[in-house]
Structure formats: C-alpha cells, structure tokens
C-alpha cells in the first residue's frame, strides 16, 4: 500500500488490406494525394494536386464508434464524480451520514464491479482504434502523418495542461497525448508483433508490483515525499490533525474546505499527486498497452469489418463476461488486499489488469450487437452526440462536478453518498445528451472540438452547419 494510504479505484482504448481492384484507394504521402487503381496487369498511380491533410469526413465515420465513446464519457463520470464529491477518500465513519446512505454500500460493490476501470479502457481502446483510421486515411507511416499525429496531440497536450493545472488534478488528456507520442513508435509492426507487444506490455505492471512490495514502495517514495513537502509548505488542509505528511484522504479535506484560494492552491500541486498515482500502478505502461490493442483492433475493423461481424462480437461478449465478471467481483471482495506474498501481489496486478480488459471487451462487444439489432436509432441520440464532442462533455464534467460539489460551490460533496451520486450521474448525463443533441444541430463539432482542429490544422474552419 502506498505511503499516502490506498489509492482509490475510482481515480483511475488478420491479414493483408483488401486489393485495390475495381476501386478508387486514397492516400496522401507528404502532402500531395494519390489515387491508386489496380487493374489485372498494372498499377498506376495517379499524382494529384498538393493538399494538406484534412479531417474526417462524415462518411469516413463509423457511428457506432461514436456512440462507443459516448458511452466510455458516460462510464467515466461515474467513476470521476466520486473524486470530484471526494467520496472516493472518505473513510467508513465519514460514509455514515450520506443521504441514503443504507443503500451506498450495494452501490459501492456495483461501482467496482461494473464501472471502475472499465470504460477508461474503452475510451483508451477507442483512442488506438482512432489511431488506426487516422493512419489509413493520411497513408501510414509516411512523415507527413507522423508530424500531422504529433501535432494533433500537442495541442491536445496543451488543452490538457490547462484542465491540469486550473480545473482538475486528476485530468487524462495529458497523460492520453504523453502515450499517444508512445505509439507512433508501434505504427510499423506487424499484427502478430501488436499482440506479442500487448501481451509484454501488461506483463511489466506485475512486474512492477511485486518491486514494489520488495523495495516497501522504491522509488515512489521519493515522489510521496516531494508531494507531501508541497502540502506542507502550502499548507494545505488535512483530514485529521497531528501528521505532518501528505494522505490521500487530505484530498477531501481540501474539497470540504469553503475557500477558492485553498482549491487553487491545491491545483497548483495538483499534478504532482497525479504523477504519484501513475507512478506507483504504472498506468502509462497500461494504457499504452490497451492503446496498442486499441491499434490491433482499429486494423481489423478497418480489413476486416469486425464491428459488424456478429459471430466475433458474440463470441467476444461472451467470453468476455465469463472472464471478467469473476475477476472484477474476486477483486471488489478485496480479497487481493490481504495477500502478502510478493509473487501472489504481481499475479494479482496482472489479473487485476486482464480482468478490466476483458469486461470491457464484452461492453463494446454487446453494444455493438444491441447497435445492430435495432436499438441503433436510441443508442444514437442516447450516446454519438455525446461521442462526437467528448472532449467537450468531459471538460464540461469536470466543471459541474467542481461546482456541484466541492465546498466553494455548491457543497454536495458533504451529502452525497455512493447511491446519490449514481443518481447524479444520470441525471446530468442525461442533461449532455440533450445539450450535445441540440449542439450538432446546428453545429459540426462541439466547441472544444472545433478548437482542437483549428489548432491542429493552422486554419480556419467553418463549424456553423448550413
């Protein structure tokens, strides 16, 4: 266990291309675009005029896609709003005076179960699936592309670095381009070397956990103590008096705390405490992996149509669920939190890990047959819109959930309790749905969006639908 005491769950995406016979295949190397068509004896390539590369055009999406990632948004403020209420560093006896606080406890079990962990996965499988679709439509791994990606993901770096520092301390976006950067280095292997890459990948957390059980912590120590000697020296409020050093239930202290001044000063060490979070369970070691298999899957889907063959998805929904569904009840028991032998704590590291992937699988799988059996009309208005300006929603997540509930705003986070906040979640996500319905409209890409693409591509471009 970490110095600072347990990190909660709750603060944590086959074969050859098809022949271009008998069809028009675009790509675009360092800018200039190319035809290529291939008859029975010959292949010509048609140079065309110089463009630069452009972004998706609706027919280049796949909707169900979109609606995937307005579900992992979905998944993801459950999990993220227990941080934002500090729910998620509350002790039992704080737990106690919570409305419905009868019920929290079932809803606490069903939270780990289901939800945590599960649909950062999704949205980090969706990122390597994106990924895939990019290449294929800027043509590989030419330079053009690769500095076209880059660029993309320094500016979503950069709108990251924003929410990290001003917002909220327990951002993604920076910590999703960090690891995008990661996985240009993977664009040029084979599928067989992606999965072998997948599987070294999720080896090294175990790896990493049993080091850190021989070494008491090892070099997470030195990042608990920077951590801790920032708090002090802001002094920061803390969840109980007489220690003189940084505890991850002190994060609740400070969302408790009626003060701006303390909430900015906090974010300015924010960062800080969420480098030791990554640190000590290796996430970007994790991520990394689920977006190279994110990558793997983005391929087939591409070759292979797999979103739209039903025996995979069937066989992957419920494989899935067979495998993930014991794991993640076995771990919400918390019965690895008593093992005690550093071999058992490595297993339980790498099955913690395959648990939350194989679940998600089955979520992605069983949507996209629920897409296909005639939900897709309600699966789109409840989820694409909110897919299409996810960056927008989850930016707009971590607004209401300050505003809502640290005790600068409107102070919930001292009556909400795991049962209300379920209810919370769907109900403003359901608000989301509504604004992002209305939104695209009248509008191309949500407003966030709209930004990172001007950025992205050094020019104007028209949002306002006609």
């Known amino acids: 266990m970490p110095p600072g005491g ?53 027919k280049d999406r796949i909707d169900v896609l979109d609606a995937l990632r307005g579900l992992a948004v979905f998944g993801m403020f459950m999990i993220n709003i ?73 500016f979503l770096l950069l709108i990251g670095t924003v929410h990290l520092w001003g917002i909220w301390f327990s951002d993604i976006l920076v910590f999703y381009a960090l690891c995008g950067y990661l996985l240009l280095l993977f664009r040029g292997l084979t599928d067989r070397g992606l999965v072998w890459s997948v599987i070294f990948l999720l080896l090294i ?64 060490i924010g960062p800080l405490i969420r480098i030791y979070i990554i640190a000590y369970d290796i996430r970007i070691i994790k991520i990394l992996a689920i977006f190279v298999l994110g990558f793997w899957i983005g391929r087939n889907i591409i070759n292979h149509n797999l979103h739209n063959n039903r025996v995979f998805l069937r066989n992957t929904a419920i494989t899935g669920f067979l495998a993930g569904l014991p794991l993640n009840i076995y771990f919400a028991m918390d019965v690895s939190t008593r093992m005690d032998e550093s071999y058992t704590i490595a297993s339980a590291e790498i099955l913690n890990t395959f648990g939350y992937i194989s679940l998600t699988s089955a979520y992605a799988a069983t949507f996209a047959l629920l897409y296909q059996a005639g939900l897709r009309k309600f699966l789109d208005w409840s989820f694409n819109s909110v897919g299409k300006t996810a960056l927008s929603n989850y930016l707009l997540q971590s607004l209401i959930g300050i505003i809502l509930f640290y005790s600068a705003g409107l102070g919930l986070g001292e009556y909400f309790g795991s049962t209300m906040l379920t209810i919370a979640v769907i109900a403003i996500f359901g608000l989301q749905i509504l604004i992002s319905n209305i939104w695209l409209s009248y509008f191309r890409f949500g407003p966030v969006e709209w930004i990172w693409r001007v950025l992205t591509y050094g020019q104007y471009i028209k949002n306002k639908l006609q």
């Open 6 to 58: 347990k990190i909660p769950q709750s603060d944590q995406g086959w074969g050859e291309k098809p022949s271009c016979a008998k069809i028009i295949c675009p790509a675009r190397i360092r800018g200039i675009e190319i035809l290529a068509r291939k008859s029975d004896s010959e292949q010509y390539i048609i140079w065309l005029v110089e463009s630069q590369l452009k972004p998706a055009q609706r």
């Open 82 to 154: 227990r941080v934002f209420s500090g729910y998620a560093y509350y002790d039992g006896e704080s737990k106690s005076n919570f409305l419905l606080a009868g019920m929290d406890a079932f809803f606490d079990r069903l939270h780990i179960v289901l939800f945590s962990g599960k649909f950062y996965t999704l949205f980090a499988l969706l990122f390597g699936i994106g990924f895939a679709m990019q290449i294929v439509r800027a043509s590989s791994g030419d330079h053009s592309f690769i500095l076209h990606f880059s660029r993309r993901l320094f």
């Open 205 to 268: 957390p175990g790896f990493h956990a049993w080091y850190l059980y021989v070494t008491d912590g090892g070099y997470t120590n030195i990042l608990y103590e920077w951590v801790s000697d920032r708090w002090m020296a802001n002094n920061l409020p803390q969840a109980s008096a007489g220690y003189h050093s940084f505890r991850m239930e002190d994060i609740a202290a400070v969302i408790r705390d009626g003060s701006w001044n303390t909430v900015l000063k906090f974010n300015s």
